[in-house]
């Protein structure tokens, strides 16, 4: 067998690095004249061919390695609002609601305050939120990515805490956001107490003086919603109209 077919039957079976050494076997061999010109050119084409199948390989399995694996759960749907005007007026009605003090208030954008709105809420009536990434940016009007980047800043700002609830093999149930910070956790409890008025002033109920008109006369009062008097004012009012019809009996005997 000559050193050609020799270089021949090396490089259908050569490495990358074996062709660039073969090339190097080749021109040499080239120069001493034991390879012709027309079979060193030929053996010149067959190198070049085996390094791009060899590099096409390379690049396949490359990006094999970059592609992420298969999962076995269905692949997750984009979600969309159906209404982008109504989601930014939500965005923005919750952010300036106050759902934390201004202080810890100023780390946020208006999207994560939203987000955190809606975890204070959720917290504030379970005592823990375990809504998902999607269920909290629905509510808050937001995507996936502003709602995860708000539950982390807060937890790197140590405001809450996460726990992780993985199952292999399965679907991970949600995580379980709880507020460990303490000047949070009082700002929210002032906020309950004054919706449910456990704070403030004492509640005095107001007489309309039109609707103690409409009850004298018997005629209820015209498309307006009126206040419900005190006790009290009730029976003031029942004396006045006993006095009334008492004093129109006089006036008719006489």
Known sequence: MSFGEHLATAINHAS?????????????GF????????QAEALSGALEGRRRVLRGEAGSYARKLERPSASIFPPRRVQV???RRKSIERRRRLAASGPMPPALAAQFTTGELASLRVVADEIVARGVCSLTLGEIAARAGVCRSTARNAVRAAARAGLVTIEERRRPGRVNLPNLIRITSREWRVWLEH??????????GKFISSTDRKLE?????GEPA???VLCVP?????????REHRASLELEGEHIGA
């Open 16 to 28: 990358l690095a074996g062709c660039d050494q073969l090339a190097r076997d080749l021109w040499k």
């Open 31 to 38: 120069g001493a004249g034991v390879i012709p010109d027309d």
């Open 81 to 83: 609002s159906p209404d």
């Open 191 to 200: 906020g309950r107490r004054r919706r449910e008025g456990r704070i403030g």
């Open 213 to 217: 008109k409409a009850m004298k006369l």
């Open 222 to 224: 015209a498309g307006k």
């Open 230 to 238: 005190r006790p009290s004012c009730l029976y003031k009012m029942y």
